[in-house]
């Protein structure tokens, strides 16, 4: 029988079995990453809901929210073999009324690394997570490192605005190959495929180095030797709290972040480096 479809707060609410509940915020075209998050959420909690909403408001213009995947057959029978009990799916204009004013800002931090990429992108995703948890009112949220950027922002609001959600971080799972999986990798060509293959390379390279600054250098090498398909954007060492750039003296862990366009395909993924002793 499970899982259950929601649409609304109404169906949310009839859903609810009184148990501690666990949020998995999703767009869909679910894939082993999505799966890691689920089964964490399922040690973690009694009811475990996963939402699928491909955002409007986390796209700027051209980029590609009409050609996401969207695969909600699939994403429904995936939830099923995970034991989900529910999947919240709303539709757009049951999530934003047409006359709506107001939004989350990121702040700062949202116009920085990936946000100076994407101008709010963070306050779309952000004003989202933030309407989930109020409609779901889970006790907790899964969310995966692999965007790292976004777990920081989140972590931030959170502690900002005092939302009563506890926020679990989850390992990236990558192919055998080290490719971070991502719901835009089926867009991927062969020779694209192999070019993306680059940005987890990079991350390896700079993370056995001891300094800021050779962690930079070796995986600006790597990524200067990618194939000619690869358009990096940004290479970023940053502290993982705040995501500004840390200082050559910096010790402890930091994010080492990357993002590069391949094709018409933009790929983002990351690893925590520690530096120093
Ligand atoms: P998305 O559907 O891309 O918005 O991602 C939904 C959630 O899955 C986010 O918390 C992502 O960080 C997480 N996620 C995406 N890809 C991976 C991956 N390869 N490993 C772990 N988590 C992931």
């Known amino acids: 029988m499970h899982p259950i479809v929601a649409r609304n707060r109404s169906d949310l609410t009839k859903a609810r079995t009184g148990g501690t509940l666990a949020l998995v915020p ?35 213009p051209g980029e590609d929210f009409q050609r996401y995947p969207r695969t909600f057959d699939a994403d429904l029978a995936a939830c099923r073999e995970e034991g989900v009990d529910v999947v919240f799916a709303p539709a757009a204009d049951e999530m934003y009324l047409p006359d709506r004013q107001v939004s989350v800002s990121a702040g700062g931090m949202g116009r920085i690394v990936e946000g100076a990429s994407r101008p709010g992108h963070f306050d779309g995703m952000l004003t989202v997570v933030l309407k989930l948890f109020n409609l779901v009112r889970p006790d907790l949220a899964v969310f995966g490192q692999k965007d790292a950027q976004q777990l920081a922002m989140i972590r931030r ?36 495929r192999r070019a993306a293959l680059s940005l987890s390379r990079a991350l390896r ?40 750039e840390v200082p050559d003296a910096y010790e402890g862990e930091a994010v080492l972040a990357v993002a590069a366009r391949t094709g018409a395909t933009r790929l983002i993924d990351n690893a925590v480096v520690r530096l120093g002793r």
């Open 205 to 244: 390279a700079g993370e056995g180095e001891p300094t800021p600054a050779r962690v930079r250098a070796a995986a600006a090498k790597a990524l200067a030797e990618a194939p000619p398909e690869l358009e990096v954007d940004y290479l970023a060492l940053v502290d993982p709290a705040t995501f500004l």
């Open 26 to 60: 999703t767009m869909g075209a679910l894939h082993e990453g999505h799966r890691s998050l689920i089964r964490l959420a399922r040690e973690r909690a009694d009811e475990v809901v996963v939402s699928v909403f491909v955002n409007p408001l986390q796209f700027g």
């Open 157 to 192: 609001m959170v502690a900002d605005l005092d939302v009563p959600v506890e926020i679990v971080g989850a390992p990236t799972v990558r192919e055998p190959d080290g490719l971070a999986l991502s719901s835009r990798n089926r867009y991927l060509s062969a020779a694209e």
